[in-house]
């Protein structure tokens, strides 16, 4: 077992030097995107005279993310730092399928004790803020 991660990790490792130089550009060429969108996409749409848009309404604001939402996810696909994330929300995805929801009685006893401890820890603040507020008026007096 340990040999398998071994080579894994080693793997993992190589392709992670060799493709860092590769996914700064994917990385540089997404910002570009989705800074080129967000700032000409209102531009564009102003200059075709879509009327429902023209006036910077939320629609335009709401297309000109989309489109930097887009542009990026384009230009990032490529790269290993996608490919890794894309594992990791399979794995999540995976493992949330595996949660088991707790039972009726267990949720309202748990409930409960944390109602208790609220009320319990409400009451000990209350009284030492008695206490102090009452020694600082006799100071202050």
């Not at 000409?40 to 009327?51: D, E, F, R, T």
């Not at 990032?76 to 039972?103: C, H, N």
């Amino acid at each position: 077992m340990t040999n398998e991660v071994t080579k894994h990790r080693d793997k993992h490792d190589s392709k992670s030097v060799s493709s860092n130089k590769s996914d700064m550009i994917y990385y540089g060429a997404t910002a570009g995107a989705v800074v080129l969108a967000l700032v000409l996409v209102p531009k564009i749409l102003g200059a075709l005279g879509v009327s429902f848009l023209a006036s910077g309404a939320g629609l335009n604001k709401l297309f000109s993310v989309a489109a930097a939402v887009g542009l990026g996810w384009f230009c990032i696909k490529p790269s290993q730092g996608y490919k890794d994330f894309m594992e990791l929300a399979k794995g999540a995805r995976t493992e949330w399928r595996k949660t088991v929801k707790p039972e009726r009685d267990t949720v309202m006893r748990t409930t409960m004790m944390v109602l208790a401890l609220v009320a319990v820890f409400a009451v000990l603040i209350l009284i030492l803020d008695g206490i102090f507020g009452s020694i600082v008026r006799a100071i202050v007096s």
